[in-house]
């Protein structure tokens, strides 16, 4: 069974309590480090940014080492290691006011 992570889970999460003198803190996806997982980002249903099994970009078929930093106004840093068997490439996408994300184990 995929376990999802829901973006907006994490900003309501790392935005309580915060000050705005804060440096912004990354967060580790919780079983990105140890198997392959996916990404799906999407503003109004239309996909903006993804890494999935079935993609045609072989590149963006796998994704280890998510992390995730609040970089205020709703909009998330996401920073990951992609590739095709083996994710060996960095990447860096950031969300845009309103976008939503979620990450699955695949």
């Known amino acids: 069974m995929s376990k999802k992570i829901v973006l907006a889970a994490f900003l309501s999460a790392s935005c309580s309590g915060v000050a705005m003198a804060e440096?912004?803190?990354a967060y580790l996806v919780p079983g990105s480090h140890d198997r392959d997982f996916g990404v799906v980002c999407?503003?109004?249903g239309n996909e903006t940014f993804s890494v999935k099994?079935?993609?045609r970009n072989n590149d963006y078929r796998v994704a280890r080492d998510i992390y995730l930093t609040d970089i205020s106004a709703g909009?998330?840093?996401i920073s990951l290691k992609r590739?095709?068997?083996s994710a060996d490439k960095y990447t860096?996408?950031?969300t845009a006011t309103g976008e939503s994300c979620e990450t699955f184990s695949i």
């Open 92 to 94: 860096t996408y950031v």
């Open 83 to 85: 590739g095709f068997v």
């Open 75 to 77: 909009r998330v840093v």
């Open 23 to 25: 440096s912004p803190k």
């Open 42 to 44: 999407q503003i109004n």
């Open 53 to 55: 099994q079935n993609q």
